[in-house]
Every structure is written in structure tokens, then in C-alpha cells.
């Protein structure tokens, strides 16, 4: 495909599938529903439940870890032999599966419940850097923050319609309620499994394939072609900078996404009218700030609009913390009496606002300064960073808030994205777009 032209709707369309399709595992796995329910029930460790916290922490952190190693071979091999599709299918099958044996978890089974935590999770994260690497191939770098923003979009909404759905028939995350709440597992994973058809119908494989040279592995020939990316690697001193940047920024977001309802939960003591109310309003907001600053990408630059996501960002987290002072600072100025879990909500939609564009700003502006022939490879480097910072983040708030407790905990957050922003400003977008226009993998040997 020339790179200024655009891909057909339907292949746009089919790829931004997938975000939707695995959003019902983020949100129904990870942030809303098991994750909840590994802590209070099945590790169960009332009523401060650090060990639960911990024991989820480390789960988190050893798929990750996981991906760290695998994901840019993985995507080095891919890129060489032009598989993308069928690394990434293989990376679906396994979520679905994994996912779906959660049902047969018992409360007590802490270390089977952690196994496929740590195997479906793996699977997923990495086959989020397998789908991004398609991203370059459907329109000229100009339209990647829309083209971005729409599977982000998508995402939320799929995940909204997932956990919506989840939240009215499962009922509450209890113990009483087990047996019914159970279902979440073969749920998501018949979610996943069904809406992304599309993906693997209509996303094309570009590019001719290539068998592995005789006599080498796979492993062989995706460490050998990271070795010799390595020996440019100040060729893309632009994208080196914006990889340690969204490695600060995906710590924190990882972190929000890991630990936000379980932070409602056990310190704003949200009811369950709150609960799903402030999931609503997240997956709403989220979605509108993917398509909002994937638009707006395209006036003022990828670079700008990652940093202003930046920037709402802390806001969002500084909200988070204060919570509760600011429920009785309204209080004293309105007269009213107000609940934190009500406070909370606005908290809620500019957290929303923030993940929804900080994340699809930053896979697009990683689309921007990636040449076309090192696609796989270089998201690959991108889900590397993500899931390292996944492991810093999400344990060193484990190990933070097993110290000091939760609430003054989430202060970590504001740390990493103030790197974040710190780390990005050496970034010229003009420039790193023209070595990525500019390579040629021939130039590389």
C-alpha cells in the first residue's frame, strides 16, 4: 500500500475490532470484576486486604514480565517472515482459553486463580503490541491519531457493552454471590472470541512471506534482527525518548486501570450504585477522549497532543487523592452535604478523559516515527516498554501501599506521569518522521 494512501473502511474497521473485542477482558479480568473478586473472595484477606492486593499485584507483574522478554522477538520474527496475523491469532486463542477456565476457580485456589491471571494476561498484552503493528500499514502517518483513536473508541464502548451486560446479569462481586459471579470468566472470553471475527477476516497480511534461513530458529533470527536494530539505535533517538516516556506514562496507567475500582472499593467505600455508575461514565469519557484527541491529533501534532494528555493526567490523579477534602471543602462552600463516592465520579470522568487519549496518542505517535518494515518490531519495543512499567507500577503501588495503605499510595502516579512529560520533551516529531519515512531495511543488512 502506498503510504499516503488510506485502507479500505472495512479492513480500518475490522482492525479497531479487536480493541473492542479485548476490552471485555482489560475491564471484565482485570479492572472491574475478577480482580475485585481475587482480592475479597478468593485470597479474601479482610478488611484491609493487602495480601489480596499484593498477591494480584504479582500476578500482573509476572505476565508482564513475560511479554518484556517475548514481545520484541516476537515481533522481529514477525516482521522477517511477514506473520503478523497468525502470531496474533495464536495470542487470541490462548486468552480465550485461559480466560474462559477461570470459571472452575474456587475461592481459597489462590495459586490456579494466579496461573491463569498470569497465561491469559500474558497472551493478551502481547497481542496488543501484535495488533498495533498494523496500525502504519492502514493510512499515511497524518491519519494514524484518528485511525488510533477509533479502535481506542471502539474499545470502551465494547467494553461498556461487556461489562454493562456483566454488572446487570452476574450481580455483585461477593461471596454469596459466587456461583453466579463465576460466569464472568467463559463470559469475556466468548466475548472476545466472537467480536474479533472481523479482525481476522478483514485485516490483510501485506508484504510476501519469508521462510526462517536454514539451520537458524525463530529465536535466532528475531535476536539477531534485534541486535542489528540495536546497532541504530541513535538513528531513532526520537522514539527512544518517547518509549521511556510512555514508559512513565503506561506505569501510571497501569496502575489506574489495576487498582481503580479496587481503590473505590476499599477507600472512597463506594455502594454499588456508584460503582457501576463510575464505570459508565469512565467508558463514556474514554471513548469520547480517544476519538476527540485522535482528531485533534491531526491539527496540532502528535507530539502536543500527547503531552496535553500528559497533562489531564495529573490532573486526574491529583482529584483522585484529594477526594476526600474536597467532598468537605464542597461541604463548607455549598452548604450541602455530599458523599466522597459522589465526589468521586468527577475524578472519574477526567480519569476517563485522560486513558482513553493518553493511550491512543501515544501507540499513534509510536505509528508516526515507525518505519513501515520495522512495524512489528518496533511495537513490539512499545509493548515492551508498556509492560515493563506495568510491572514497576503496578508493583511498586503492591509494595507502596502494603507501607502506607492505598489512599496516599496513589501519589506514585503522579510521579510517573510528571516523567512522563519530563521524558517527552526531547521528542521532534518532524524529525523522527523523516527517518522513518527515510529507512530502508536494506540500509540495515
Known amino acids: 500500500m502506498d503510504a499516503q494512501t488510506r485502507a479500505p473502511r472495512r479492513e480500518i474497521f475490522g482492525w479497531a475490532m479487536f480493541d473492542f473485542a479485548n476490552q471485555a477482558y482489560t475491564l471484565l479480568i482485570i479492572t472491574v470484576v475478577f480482580g475485585d473478586l481475587f482480592t475479597r473472595v478468593i485470597v479474601g484477606d479482610g478488611p484491609d486486604y493487602r495480601l489480596g492486593n499484593f498477591l494480584w499485584s504479582l500476578a500482573l ?28 491469532f495464536a495470542s487470541y486463542l490462548v486468552t480465550v482459553v485461559a480466560t474462559g477456565l477461570l470459571y472452575f476457580v474456587e475461592p481459597g485456589w489462590i495459586a490456579i486463580a494466579m496461573v491463569l491471571i498470569i497465561v491469559s494476561n500474558f497472551a493478551y ?45 452476574l450481580g455483585e462481586v461477593t461471596a454469596e454471590n459466587y456461583d453466579t459471579i463465576r460466569w464472568v ?36 533470527l528475531g535476536v539477531s534482527r534485534l541486535l542489528a536494530t540495536g546497532r541504530m539505535v541513535n538513528e531513532f533517538r526520537d522514539l527512544r525518548w518517547l ?32 460503582r457501576t455508575l463510575m464505570f459508565i461514565t469512565v467508558q463514556i469519557t474514554a471513548a469520547i477522549g480517544a476519538l476527540l484527541f485522535g482528531w485533534l491529533q491531526g491539527h496540532w501534532g502528535a507530539r502536543r497532543t500527547y503531552l496535553i494528555t500528559l497533562w489531564l493526567w495529573v490532573v486526574a490523579i491529583l482529584a483522585i487523592w484529594q477526594t476526600p477534602n474536597m467532598t468537605l471543602l464542597l461541604e463548607r ?36 516515527l515507525t518505519p513501515t518494515g520495522k512495524a512489528a518490531e518496533f511495537f513490539g519495543f512499545w509493548g515492551t516498554a508498556s509492560k515493563l512499567a506495568a510491572i514497576v507500577g503496578i508493583l511498586g503501588l503492591g509494595l507502596i501501599q502494603w507501607a502506607l495503605g492505598l489512599a496516599d499510595a496513589i501519589l506514585f502516579c503522579l510521579v510517573l506521569f510528571v516523567l512522563a512529560m519530563l521524558t517527552v520533551l526531547p521528542v521532534n516529531e518532524g524529525r523522527g518522521q523523516d527517518v522513518a519515512e527515510n529507512w530502508r531495511e536494506s540500509e540495515s543488512g
Open 333 to 368: 462552600l455549598a452548604g450541602l452535604s455530599f458523599e466522597a463516592q459522589e465526589v468521586f465520579l468527577v475524578a472519574g470522568v477526567l480519569a476517563g478523559l485522560s486513558l482513553g487519549s493518553a493511550q491512543s496518542a501515544g501507540r499513534a505517535l509510536v505509528g508516526v
Open 243 to 274: 518509549l521511556v516516556s510512555i514508559f512513565f506514562s503506561m506505569a501510571g496507567i497501569y496502575i489506574i486501570v489495576s487498582f481503580s475500582f479496587i481503590y473505590g472499593s476499599q477507600v472512597i467505600g463506594w455502594d454499588e450504585a456508584t
Open 125 to 169: 498484552a502481547i497481542g496488543e503490541g501484535f495488533i498495533s503493528s498494523f496500525l502504519p500499514d492502514l493510512g499515511p502517518r497524518e491519519a494514524l491519531g484518528w485511525i488510533s483513536g477509533l479502535g481506542w473508541s471502539l474499545g470502551y464502548i465494547g467494553g461498556l457493552v461487556a461489562t454493562a451486560f456483566t454488572l446487570a446479569f
Open 185 to 220: 470468566g467463559p463470559f469475556a472470553a466468548v466475548f472476545f472470541l466472537v467480536a474479533a471475527i472481523p479482525t481476522f477476516v478483514w485485516v490483510r497480511e501485506r508484504g510476501d512471506a519469508r521462510v526462517v534461513p536454514e539451520g537458524w530458529s525463530l529465536t535466532r
Open 61 to 88: 507483574a509476572v505476565s508482564y514480565a513475560l511479554v518484556v522478554v517475548a514481545n520484541p522477538v516476537c515481533g522481529a520474527v514477525m516482521d522477517y517472515t511477514r506473520s503478523r496475523k497468525r502470531f496474533l
